[in-house]
């Protein structure tokens, strides 16, 4: 204990990380590119009304902004986006533009020009996961057509005259088209409903001279990702044939198949967004890697030998997008005290050049809580991944069990990591620990401990997050009448959830979340709609009334906090009111707060900064009741 610290209570020390510093950092860096000592990526500006701009540097080291307002590249493929823009060697570079989705080239030195026509229907046409070959756009296009959602893999000429080609088509999804080095095969992955990417998908290839495909790898059970020449013949890839996302080499006319490092750990994560690249191939032949559980380290892989040498930087994790020029590598690298930053990374050298950071200024270190992986068992005997952030404070601390909020991730195919998260330091710095849990369904820890969700949505999630509660008190970490629990999205839907089914917590907080399955399978967008059967079955009155919140309110005895976004395609807001009427009607505490023009998670700094100056209201409130 510092002689300093004076005690106060929990949940009211003084802090230097105001709302607006939280809700104006966070910039969400994103899909570097690299062409020689060139690198590009992509900033979210949440000052700017959660505009997506695009940054340059140049070889002289000179940063500067490529993409001014209002444009904003930004893709609406499968609603979560993902890769939405690609650099055209000598000419500029490609983007998808947020407003009307249509490709636009923005020219090095001039006004952007679009390359795809207008749709009948506004952003009836999306695209994404662009790749540029040939003087040719090559991407996943997304069609909206009186309801009806289809996709393809198509081409679209630079020049900006002629009509889009169509490459690939005949599944529901489409993701990684890659060209062979000599122009004459395109390699793609596909699936269809009722899977999701993480489910199953397969690799094929296309000869483009007569469009013959074949099935290379994958199917209804093995998730294939990220597929990567390595010559004429040969494809690197993914794989969780084996229960982890490892990398394998296969043929394209023989598909055997060679593992190339084979180990229980993942070299991948889930594919929410469009143009993840896990792994990039170095002018030496080797690989450079992210793998491990939970956290990915970054490591270089000799294939022929299967030798892993973690590279030794100071970032304890990186996010599952890397570019390579042949001889250096750029990631998204983050620690428990570094924010998360765009590093270029000499793999021969080891020397590691911090380009941008998501958060310019950080409180001092001593505000800082440094994440803590910890196990805890669950119901049967489950053994449960999470981060615990305990409060820290240079000049306060509190006296016996602090409060706590169990955070729970969306997705639920989602996962969380141990980065420097100035959110949680908002809360962790007033004196509110935060445990972040991975409940069973997570990635990032095998086959195995996601598919404990199959079929047990509102079940699985639920325990853990209640067993996270009762780990904190048992362990004397926690006070067991101050334990809030808070979520977004899917992580909505257990909070809402584990409030009904348990009296562990004193209140929730949910975020877009999901009160009500059928509305929500009938009103959701199409990447997800089938998505529920894998987590829940069937559609079924009885199965559905056992599990959903909506029906559920007679179970809580705690105070509920909803926040939503009146523009959400994904959770549309008649989720968060049926919920809240549902309360209301039981004359349960509950605060329901929208947002106008908000979608699935805020990006806009004010709605932010509102959102969390109401959280920390509630907490103070029924931490101190």
Not at 23 to 51: H, I, K, N, Q
Not at 60 to 69: F, N, T
Not at 171 to 179: G, K, L, Q, S, V
Not at 295 to 307: A, E, F, Q, T, Y
């Amino acid at each position: 204990m510092s002689p300093e610290q004076v005690v106060l209570p929990y949940a009211t020390w003084p802090s230097p990380v105001s709302t607006s510093d939280v809700a104006r950092s966070g910039l969400r860096l994103g899909y570097p590119t690299m062409l020689g000592e060139e690198v590009w990526w992509t900033e979210d500006r949440p000052a700017e009304g959660g505009r997506t701009t695009i940054v340059h540097r140049g070889a002289d080291g000179a940063q500067r902004e490529l993409l001014s307002a209002p444009w904003s590249a930004r893709t609406r493929v499968h609603e979560y986006g993902g890769r939405s823009y690609a650099v055209v060697p000598g000419e500029g570079v490609v983007f998808a533009n947020f407003v009307d989705q249509r490709l636009y080239l923005l020219p090095t030195g001039g006004e952007p020009r679009p390359l795809t026509p207008e749709p009948e229907e506004p952003t009836a046409l999306r695209y994404a996961d662009l790749v540029v070959h040939d003087g040719q756009i090559w991407c996943v296009r997304e069609r909206h057509d009186d309801g009806r959602v289809t996709r393809s893999i198509v081409s679209i000429p630079l020049s900006g005259e002629g009509e889009p080609r169509e490459r690939a088509a005949g599944h529901d999804f489409y993701a990684a088209p890659a060209i062979s080095p000599d122009g004459e095969h395109l390699a793609f992955v596909c699936w269809d409903h009722p899977r999701m990417p993480w489910n199953g998908t397969e690799l094929w290839v296309s000869r483009l001279d007569d469009g013959t495909s074949w099935k290379v790898k994958g199917g209804t059970s093995e998730s294939v990702l990220a597929p990567q020449w390595r010559d004429e013949r040969h494809l690197y890839l993914i794989s969780d044939s084996s229960g982890w996302w490892n990398l394998y080499l296969v043929g394209i006319h023989d598909t055997s198949s060679r593992a190339l490092y084979p180990a229980e750990q993942e070299f991948a994560g889930p594919l929410w967004q469009l143009g993840a690249v896990p792994y990039a191939l170095m002018d030496d032949g080797s690989l450079a890697v992210l793998h491990g559980r939970g956290d990915l380290r970054l490591g270089v892989l000799d294939p022929d030998s299967g030798v892993l040498s973690d590279l030794g930087v100071p970032y304890e994790g990186w996010e599952v997008v890397l570019a390579t020029n042949g001889h250096a590598v750029t990631g998204i690298g983050y620690g428990p005290a570094l924010p998360r930053s765009i590093v270029r990374i000499d793999t021969v050298t080891g020397r590691a050049e911090e380009l941008r950071r998501d958060v310019n200024e950080l409180p001092a270190p001593g505000y800082l809580p440094l994440a803590e992986a910890v196990e805890f068992e669950s119901r049967f005997g489950r053994e449960v991944h999470a981060f615990l952030y305990p409060p820290s404070n240079p000049v306060a601390r509190g006296e016996g069990p602090a409060p706590y909020v169990v955070f729970v991730h969306g997705g639920p195919t989602g996962n969380s990591v141990g980065a420097l998260d100035l959110e949680k330091t908002f809360f962790t710095s007033r004196g509110i620990g935060v445990l972040d849990v991975n409940y069973g369904g997570s990635t990032g820890y095998g086959r195995v401990y996601r598919e404990r969700l199959r079929g047990q949505w509102g079940v699985v999630d639920v325990e853990d997050a209640i067993a996270a509660a009762e780990w904190l008190a048992a362990e004397g970490l926690g006070d067991p009448a101050r334990i809030a629990i808070r979520g977004g999205s899917a992580g909505g839907w257990t909070v809402m959830a584990a409030c009904c089914a348990s009296d562990a917590f004193a209140g929730g907080v949910s975020y877009y979340g999901v009160s009500e399955l059928t509305g929500f399978n009938a009103t959701t967008h199409d990447f997800e709609s089938r998505y529920v059967e894998w987590l829940v079955g069937p559609e079924d009155p009885a199965l559905y009334a056992s599990r959903e919140p909506v029906g559920r309110v007679a179970g809580v005895s705690c105070p509920m906090l909803l926040l939503q976004g009146l523009s959400d395609p994904v959770v549309p807001p008649a989720q968060s009111q049926a919920f809240a009427d549902a309360l209301a009607e039981r004359g349960v505490p509950c605060t329901y707060l929208t947002f106008e023009g908000e979608a699935h998670g805020f990006r806009r700094a004010e709605t932010r900064s509102a959102a969390l100056a109401t959280e920390l209201a509630f907490y103070q409130q029924i931490f101190h009741s």
